[in-house]
């Protein structure tokens, strides 16, 4: 979530550090619940001003998600990738008008929808000619993740069933399922072991203080260990990690 200009610039050094070209960053926000407050907030509108700095700033590519189609033609040009959320994978008019764009559009697997529902999602984009798709694995409620120890639960097997079934790649996002820092690398690495095309990282130079999600982001330190590790993995399952 992008909170200020210092807190995001301090990611996207570590970005380039760890020789990353893509950051995701939210302006506009899926939040559960309603309620905003100087602690829990998202910047909007506000944030696009800091986007474009950081393209000033930084080589790197600017995944965002964006809730509303009447929001598409203000934001497009400030991103690389538009993502559309989990709660609005079926959301057809939203997709239709993101792919239109021509951009690359991430599409994040509802919690509750099988990879035939995600699939059909993802039609909605190709049928528009816009082929670049990119799924995203995030996490399914299952009976026993309804406790704030386990929100959702990574469905790892996803990943060879959508490449089973479709030509489009397919990312894991182990911060969104786990909702828990301390289980991310895991998560992520085992991601890697099913044969994930990217991770979507959650992480945060204070993650407890995090405008957003504090429990799932990793720090810089965790970060950073975490992408040499992936590196060293990639190697072992002759994976090319860009
Ligand atoms: C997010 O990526 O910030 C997000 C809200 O994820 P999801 O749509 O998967 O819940
Ligand atoms: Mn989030």
């Known amino acids: 979530t992008l909170e200020d200009e210092g807190m995001i610039?301090?990611?996207?050094?570590?970005?380039?550090?760890?020789?990353l070209k893509m950051l995701r960053v939210g302006l506009y926000k899926p939040l559960t619940?309603?309620?905003?407050?100087?602690?829990?907030?998202?910047?909007g509108d506000k944030g696009l001003m800091i986007l474009e700095k950081i393209k000033k700033n930084f080589n790197v590519l600017i995944v965002s998600e964006i809730m509303e189609?009447?929001?598409?033609?203000?934001?497009?040009?400030?991103?690389?990738?538009?993502?559309?959320?989990?709660r609005n994978m079926?959301?057809?008019?939203?997709?239709?008008?993101?792919?239109?764009?021509?951009?690359?559009?991430?599409?994040?697997?509802?919690?509750?929808?099988?990879?035939?529902d995600l699939l059909g999602a993802a039609e909605y984009a190709l049928i528009e000619k816009n082929e670049k798709v990119i799924l995203c694995e995030r996490g399914i409620s299952a009976p026993h993740t309804h406790k704030?120890?386990?929100?959702?639960?990574?469905?790892?097997?996803?990943?060879?069933?959508?490449?089973?079934?479709?030509?489009?790649?397919?990312i894991s996002d182990p911060s969104h399922a786990s909702f828990w820092h301390k289980w991310v690398r895991s998560l992520a690495l085992a991601s890697l072991a099913v044969g994930s095309d990217g991770l979507m990282i959650e992480m945060h130079p204070d993650?407890?203080?995090?405008?957003?999600?504090?429990?799932?982001?990793?720090?810089?330190?965790?970060?950073s260990e975490l992408v040499d590790k992936i590196r060293e993995i990639g190697k072992v399952l002759e994976k090319k990690i860009v």
């Open 9 to 19: 610039f301090k990611c996207c050094e570590l970005l380039e550090k760890k020789k």
């Open 33 to 43: 619940f309603p309620y905003r407050s100087k602690k829990y907030f998202e910047l």
């Open 90 to 116: 079926q959301n057809f008019p939203l997709i239709t008008n993101a792919a239109k764009t021509m951009k690359p559009i991430l599409l994040k697997r509802h919690f509750g929808c099988s990879i035939r």
């Open 148 to 170: 704030s120890t386990s929100r959702f639960l990574l469905d790892l097997q996803a990943i060879p069933a959508v490449q089973d079934n479709s030509c489009l790649p397919i």
């Open 69 to 86: 189609a009447e929001k598409i033609p203000l934001v497009k040009d400030f991103v690389d990738v538009l993502q559309i959320g989990a």
């Open 207 to 223: 993650p407890r203080n995090a405008a957003v999600d504090p429990l799932q982001a990793i720090n810089f330190e965790e970060f």
